[in-house]
């Protein structure tokens, strides 16, 4: 009895030990300045819809082959939390098909094809950085 005791606590703490290393490092609260930029998407507007409803500004259709890239093709949705990055302080109302923008997303996104999901951050592209 007493041997079996001591396997049962045996395995007890090995997996509860190992449940902590599996927690270790998913922090997804870590600020982006201590990752290097993760683009999910980078590539050119193919199209932009305008529909405002609640925080939601509309979307966009973005395709590219960028290899730095986590996709290469999605539509992206605009809401008035997603933070623009560009030279001449450009807006979602600026958006032009054929502009060449980098997408971070917030949060999940739908694996389906192509993806789907919400910009956090959108950077707009200038002649130099092409």
């Given at each position: 009895m007493?041997?079996?005791q001591?396997?049962?606590?045996?395995?007890?703490?090995?997996?509860?030990?190992?449940?902590?290393?599996?927690?270790?490092?998913?922090?997804?609260?870590?600020?982006?300045?201590?990752?290097?930029?993760?683009?999910?998407?980078?590539?050119?507007?193919?199209?932009?819809?305008?529909?405002?409803?609640?925080?939601?500004?509309?979307?966009?259709?973005?395709?590219?082959?960028?290899?730095?890239?986590?996709y290469?093709?999605g539509?992206?949705?605009?809401?008035?939390?997603?933070?623009?990055?560009?030279?001449?302080?450009?807006?979602?109302?600026?958006?032009?098909?054929?502009?060449?923008?980098?997408?971070?997303?917030?949060?999940?996104?739908?694996?389906?094809?192509?993806?789907?999901?919400?910009?956090?951050?959108?950077?707009?592209?200038?002649?130099?950085?092409?």
């Open positions: 007493r041997i079996s001591m396997i049962v606590t045996a395995l007890l703490l090995s997996l509860l030990a190992g449940c902590g290393e599996a927690n270790q490092g998913g922090n997804d609260n870590v600020s982006s300045a201590d990752h290097q930029k993760e683009y999910g998407l980078i590539g050119e507007v193919i199209e932009v819809s305008r529909d405002e409803e609640n925080s939601r500004l509309g979307s966009v259709h973005v395709a590219g082959e960028e290899e730095d890239a986590m290469t093709e539509f992206v949705t605009i809401t008035t939390d997603t933070e623009f990055i560009s030279e001449g302080d450009l807006t979602f109302e600026d958006l032009e098909e054929g502009m060449r923008v980098r997408v971070l997303f917030d949060g999940a996104v739908m694996e389906s094809h192509p993806v789907q999901g919400t910009a956090r951050q959108l950077e707009i592209e200038t002649a130099e950085q092409e």
